[in-house]
């Protein structure tokens, strides 16, 4: 058992709310792969659907052959990123949105899937892959910049 299974259903949903801040890495249960499977996922911007970018463990064969999409993968080091197995690669080039409600009934469920952080040390490269894509639309950039950047703004003024 978990130990924050055993606090009030309220007070592990407080837990989970004010855990849902960008560059927070998740393990959530979804159905953005067929078939639908738990994935790691990082939250780029929060409100009633919260912006996610995708991890992967390898690259598709698809995103290889194409090279606006291999330049927006960033890779994450397993040393850096302890909650990963083997690096693996974040797909800065499509943004999923999903229900708050359902990422907070799955992190209410198990509080272990609130994994950890992107490091601060791909956070530029990830801003720089969001910024050049491609592939997301202009509203997708400016919102993920908006939301990333101010946290790593506030991150940043809490340290010093």
Same mark, same amino acid.
């Given at each position: ?5 055993? +606090? ?6 407080? @837990? ?13 249960? %979804? ?6 499977? !738990?994935? +790691? ?7 009633? !659907? ?5 991890? #992967?463990?390898?690259? /598709? #064969?698809?995103?290889? /052959? ?6 927006? =993968?960033? *890779? ?6 302890? +909650? ?6 974040? !797909? %800065?080039? =499509?943004?999923?949105?999903? /229900? ?11 509080? @272990? ?5 992107? @490091?601060? =040390?791909? *956070? ?8 050049? @894509? *491609?592939?997301?639309? *202009?509203? &997708?950039?400016? &919102? ?11 991150? /940043?003024?809490? &340290?010093?």
């Amino acid at each position: 058992m978990v130990l924050g299974a055993r +606090f009030p259903e309220h007070e592990r949903l407080a @837990s989970v709310r004010r855990q849902l801040t960008p560059w927070r890495v998740i393990r959530l249960f %979804c159905h953005l792969t067929s078939p639908a499977k !738990d994935k +790691f996922l990082v939250i780029g911007r929060v409100g009633p !659907d919260v912006h996610v970018l995708v991890i #992967n463990s390898r690259l /598709a #064969n698809y995103v290889l /052959a194409g090279p606006d999409l291999k330049r927006s =993968q960033v *890779r994450l080091d397993a040393t850096g990123h302890t +909650f990963l197995r083997t690096d693996s690669f974040l !797909d %800065c080039g =499509q943004v999923y949105l999903v /229900a708050a409600e359902d990422i907070e009934r799955q992190l209410i469920e198990d509080m @272990s899937r609130i994994r950890g952080q992107a @490091s601060v =040390q791909v *956070r530029p490269a990830v801003l720089e892959a969001i910024r050049t @894509s *491609r592939t997301l639309t *202009r509203q &997708q950039k400016r &919102q993920l910049l908006s939301s990333l950047e101010r946290t790593e703004q506030r991150d /940043a003024e809490q &340290q010093h």
